[in-house]
């Protein structure tokens, strides 16, 4: 009966279910598929699932800090784009480095990610809408600086290195596994760090919680979720920068849709849209989820159209699993 | 000669439609528990609320130590050293009880932007040791009782070094024991130099501990006395002011009339366990506990805006299934919410909207169109029965006072034809001479055959209302009493009764074991 003060049951209860259900839905997945086509568990094909995750990944994990603080960006897809598209620009139109051409891509990310915190914290503008009208500003922005065409990387063939190359492969032969993705699995765990080891991680998840309760006890909650969707920011510029290096050009029209994948993602993954909970690891499986339903079902000749359809449900299916455990409580 | 620590002059605070503060004052001196009392709505919060830096004063000033200064922030206040308690729980459930208190001021290691999780756990530790509080500083708040919640709001607010601690009702939702340790501790503060502010409705424990009381009434600044020589008698005076509660209630003279609802065994989540009583005809029911007692939950699960995990609901001994709000008022059931504003009332549409809401059925014409003249009359009616102070039936709600928007909640609900009554805080915001008005209303209902449960937080309220009084502690039912024994104390003692095994009565202290098997 004393039950109430005891840790340890709700440890394992209120954190560890969803992950462990969508780890295990992952591993089903992979079992079901394996046994359905001899061409699923391969090497060429477990890559090609990798690779497919790396950009909508990165993309989820700065998506994860921002649903954590109990709000939204769906400007990550274009915002994604329109970095692509300052890469082009720094690196092809203006023939700098690569280095800072991968720097300006980063940083034109973190700086839409900055004004969209501004004018959500100081502007008091809600996050559905202030990064809806990102989402347009960047989609604009890109087809104007790219006049409307793809921007080539042809004069700079490192460029294509830096997500396609393998660092893996040249140590190992063989063993060539993307850069990208090995920068998505970097990232990942950059961002765990950030979000369970730094004071940013501990105001997201503080804000989520309770902002009025972090604001009454002194935080900055302003600067603070302008730091959150900055970060957010630059996670999608640095999905820019992979995706421009894995096509070799920077696509202006591409990024739509981006971000519902990466929502996606992170609720699969069990991070909670009413905010205060939410993992990397969780944005991690619900990611590959997602790309090795889509690989499955190619494999299986299911038609594309629907395959987006059994995704739909699978959200769906995932956020109600998480409903029914929170309604036990 | 000025050993103030904080002076507060000319406060004034207007909200809109209320005048909140009226030219108030206040003055603390450090080393001094300085009581602060009024009744619901007399400012007190709201002062203080200024003091702590949480609303901003629309004029007057604030000396603090001798020195004229501008609190426009909480964090001004911490940083002057302000802290205060706040009444409802300001925490963030998803963090650990250590999180919790250091937010804001995390230690931290290496470059500045790492957390020190170690240390803040000792610190908390020792935070703990100090005030003789046995808790885990790693675990999560949404895992602990309210009354440990409450515990660690105090822990932060003393984690400041204070020197001016203000506690909005601090025990409101404690035990005995956790009172006695938080009076010592308040006591080793004040010894320490600490001034503190003390918000409570509980006299009794104001003579305990306090050196002086300040008496507020409707925003206005009444007299500030030494406790000592301050019997309570005059206290209440002061607070109350003039004669409110004019009418005891008229208590009905036979008791076996009709039980029109009895639910046996409910149960739902942590909140309701396992609740079992009987409502007559003609009966005003008290429900008395403290905060998150399950009283709400069980209404709420009654009304069925929450579902029931298991357990039954009879009306004029009908089993029925209520599983949402449109069953409980097809049978007969109202429940008025203590957040009148958000769940009872249309605030943007007129008198007459409002009190036809919940029944348009009566009113609608052929093709669905709705008999206007019919609502007016219906209108007129109950603003004439129910004395609702508005200009025309026409006038938005939002425009009318507390008291008027309550009445027109009921009024709404009397012309769905309802029978049962559930009131929720029926009180809670409204100024003190409309309160009276209420409970000559809920007398009248009751007279009239209807059947009325009554929540509510206020002793005195439930003692003067009520027929009979339920006592609830931690989603049990842990006393039933009828009014001719009902003490404050009697009810604050089975309010407080932890992990009680329900009633005194064995049949549902065994099933309630098996319910939680």
Redesign the interface.
Known sequence: METTTTPKKSFVRSDATQKLLAFGGLIAMFIVFSLASPNFFQFSNIVGILLATAVNGVLALGATFVIITAGIDLSVGTVMTLSAVMTGVFITFLGLPVPIGVMGGLLTGAFAGAINGTVISKMRIPPFIATLGMLYIAKGLSLVISGLKPIYFNDTPSFNQIAMGSVTGAIIPGFDIPNAVLIFFGAAIVAHIILTKTVLGRYTFALGSNEEATRLSGVNVAAWKIAVYTLAGAFAGLGGVIIASRLNSAQPALGAGYELDAIAAVVIGGTSLSGGEGTILGTVIGAFIISVLTNGLRILSVPQEWQIVITGGIVILAVYADTLRRRRQ | MDENLVLMKGIDKRFPGVHALDHCQFELRAGEVHALVGENGAGKSTMMKILAG?YAKDAGEILYRGQEVDIH???AA?DLGISMI?QEL??????TVA?NIF????P?KGVG???D?KKLNEQTEQLFERMHLKL?P???V????VA?QQMVEIA?ALSFNSEVLIMDEPTAALTETEIEDLFNFIRKLRADGVGIVYISHRLEELKQISDRITVMRDGRYIDTLPTAETAIDKIISLMVGRTIYESAPELPEDTDQEIVLEVKNLNR??TVKDVSFQLRRGEILGFAGLMGAGRTEVARTIFGADRLDSGEIYLHGRLVQITSPRDAVKNGIAYLSEDRKRYGLALGMDVETNIALASFNKFLGALGWVNNAKTRETANHYTDALAIKTPSIQQRVKNLSGGNQQKVVIGKWLTADTEILIFDEPTRGIDVGAKSEIYKLLNDLAQQGKAIIMISSELPEILRMSHRVIAMCEGRITGELPIAEATQEAIMKFATQR?GTSRDNGRSAASSQVG?A
């Open positions: 949480i922030t909480p964090k911490q706040h300001n925490l963030m459930n998803h963090l999180q937010v804001g001021r995390e931290r932007f790492w957390l999780e885990d790693r675990m999560k949404t895992d602990l009782t440990k932060k989540g942590k992990n939680n």
